[in-house]
C-alpha cells in the first residue's frame, strides 16, 4: 500500500485562515502584529524564505519589517539592530535569519534577542523552556511537524522515534516535542554508527539531514510515519531528505516542497501571535 502523503499545504492554510481571523480581532483591539526579520548579506536561499515570510505576514493582515544589512556588517552593527528592536514596542515578535556570514558571533546575536520576542525558539531561554517542559517559544518547524501530526491523527505515544539530524533549528527541539509527547525518543547524528538498524525499528522518523535522498526505502519499517525536513537544490529543482520511493512502504509521507515547509511559515505567525498575547494583548 503507497503511503497516505500528508498535505502540509492543507493544513497550513487552516492555520493561516484562523491565524488571519485572530490578527483581525487584535489590529480592532488596536493592536497590529509586527515580525521584524534581520537579514544579513545575500545568501541566495536565506532572500527567499525572508520573501516567503514577510508574504505570509502580508497574507495574514501583519505587519512586517525586514531590515537588511551587508554581507561585511559589524557585530556592533548587527548588535544595535536588534537591542533597537528589542526596545521597539511595535515590534512583536523579531526573527534573525540564518545562517550568518561566518565573522558573525551566531551565539552572541541570538543571546541578545528579546526571550519574549523570540519567535524562533533559539534563545537559550527558550530552549531551556522546552527542555524543562515550560512554557516558551518554540522553533517552528518542529512545532510545525507535531501539528502535522496531530492534524493527521497520528499517534505519538509510546512510539519509538526516531530524529535523524541534530541542529538547534530542528533535530534537538524535535526530539524534545516529541519526548514531550511521550514518544521514546532516538536522536541519529552524522556520527551515528548503524544508523540504517536504528531507523528500521521507528514507528516514526523525522529527517533532518539536510542530504537530498538520505532515507531510502531499506530504512524504512513498513507503516512507518517519515516526516521530511529537508530542503535540498538538485538541478534546480527542490527535493526532501527521503527518497520518494520511501512512499511504497511507509504509513504516511511528507510531501518535498508541501509538506513540514508550509508549516514553519504557519508557525511563525503563531508564534508572532503568541508574542503579542505575553505582552498583554
Ligand atoms: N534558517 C533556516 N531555517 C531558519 C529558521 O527557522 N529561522 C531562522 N531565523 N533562520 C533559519
Same mark, same amino acid.
Not at 243 to 261: F, S
Given at each position: 500500500? /503507497? ?6 499545504? !492543507?493544513?497550513? !492554510?487552516?492555520?493561516?485562515?484562523? #491565524? ?6 487584535? #489590529? ?16 541566495? /536561499?536565506?532572500?527567499?524564505?525572508? =520573501? ?14 525586514? #531590515? ?12 544595535? +539592530? ?5 526596545? *521597539?514596542?511595535? +515590534? ?7 545562517? &550568518?556570514?561566518?565573522? %558573525? ?10 526571550? *519574549?520576542? *523570540? ?31 496531530? !492534524?493527521?491523527? #497520528?499517534?505519538? $505515544? ?7 539530524? $541534530? ?10 516535542? %516529541? ?11 552524522? =556520527?551515528?554508527?548503524? &544508523?540504517?538498524?536504528?531507523? $528500521? ?9 539536510? =542530504? /537530498?535522498?538520505? +532515507? ?16 535540498? $537544490? ?15 512502504? !511507509? ?14 511559515? /504557519? ?9 503579542? =498575547?505575553?505582552?498583554?494583548?
Amino acid at each position: 500500500m /503507497a503511503a497516505v502523503m500528508i498535505d502540509g499545504r !492543507a493544513v497550513a !492554510a487552516k492555520w493561516k485562515e484562523e #491565524i488571519a481571523g485572530q490578527t483581525r480581532e487584535m #489590529i480592532e483591539r488596536g493592536v497590529t502584529p509586527h515580525l521584524a526579520v534581520v537579514l544579513v548579506g545575500e545568501n541566495a /536561499a536565506s532572500q527567499v524564505y525572508v =520573501r516567503n515570510k514577510e508574504n505570509a505576514c502580508r497574507k495574514a493582515g501583519m505587519g512586517s519589517t525586514v #531590515i537588511r544589512l551587508e554581507e561585511d556588517c559589524s557585530q556592533q552593527a548587527l548588535e544595535e +539592530v536588534v537591542k533597537g528592536l528589542n526596545q *521597539d514596542p511595535a +515590534v512583536h515578535g523579531i526573527l534573525v535569519q540564518l545562517p &550568518l556570514p561566518a565573522h %558573525l558571533d551566531e551565539a552572541a546575536v541570538l543571546r541578545l534577542i528579546d526571550p *519574549d520576542k *523570540d519567535v524562533d525558539g533559539f534563545h537559550a531561554m527558550n530552549s531551556g523552556r522546552l527542555m524543562n517542559g515550560q512554557k516558551g517559544f518554540v522553533p517552528c518547524t518542529p512545532l510545525g511537524v507535531m501539528k502535522l501530526l496531530e !492534524a493527521y491523527d #497520528i499517534p505519538v $505515544r509510546g512510539k519509538h522515534a526516531v530524529v535523524i539530524g $541534530r541542529s538547534n533549528i530542528v533535530g534537538k527541539p524535535m526530539a524534545m516535542l %516529541l519526548l514531550a509527547a511521550d514518544a521514546t525518543v532516538t536522536v541519529c547524528h552524522s =556520527r551515528t554508527q548503524n &544508523l540504517s538498524e536504528i531507523v $528500521r525499528q521507528a514507528d516514526i522518523v523525522v529527517a533532518a539531514v539536510g =542530504r /537530498a535522498g538520505f +532515507v531510502t526505502k531499506d530504512m524504512i519499517k513498513p507503516g512507518a510515519v517519515v516526516i521530511d525536513v529537508g530542503i535540498n $537544490r538538485v538541478d534546480g529543482a527542490i527535493v526532501g531528505d527521503v527518497d520518494p520511493e520511501v512512499a511504497q512502504k !511507509a504509513g504516511y509521507l511528507t510531501p518535498v516542497p508541501g509538506g513540514v515547509g508550509q508549516m514553519t511559515i /504557519a508557525m511563525l505567525l503563531h508564534n508572532t501571535l503568541e508574542a503579542v =498575547r505575553l505582552h498583554g494583548w
